[in-house]
């Protein structure tokens, strides 16, 4: 499970692809993040928990 940006996203899934794990599970974020407001950067964090812990089978 990796945390990218959508910047990195193509990249990240040719990487795993390329060392045999085509079904890299990914949670993508906005690009950039660098700059953002404070409160805009926890409103996506807020956001993005739920995905983030489905995504490495946490229970809820």
Same mark, same amino acid.
């Given at each position: 499970?990796?945390?990218? *940006?959508?910047?990195? &996203? +193509?990249?990240? *899934?040719?990487?795993? *692809?390329? =060392?045999? =794990?085509? $079904? !890299? +599970?990914?949670?993508? #974020?906005? %690009?950039? #993040?660098?700059?953002?407001?404070?409160?805009? !950067? !926890?409103?996506?964090?807020? &956001?993005? %928990?739920?995905? #983030? +812990? &489905?995504?490495?089978?946490?229970? $809820?």
């Amino acid at each position: 499970m990796v945390v990218v *940006t959508a910047e990195f &996203d +193509r990249f990240a *899934t040719q990487i795993a *692809t390329h =060392h045999g =794990h085509p $079904s !890299l +599970r990914k949670l993508v #974020l906005p %690009y950039p #993040l660098e700059g953002l407001p404070e409160q805009e !950067l !926890l409103q996506i964090a807020t &956001d993005a %928990y739920p995905t #983030l +812990r &489905d995504l490495i089978g946490a229970a $809820s």
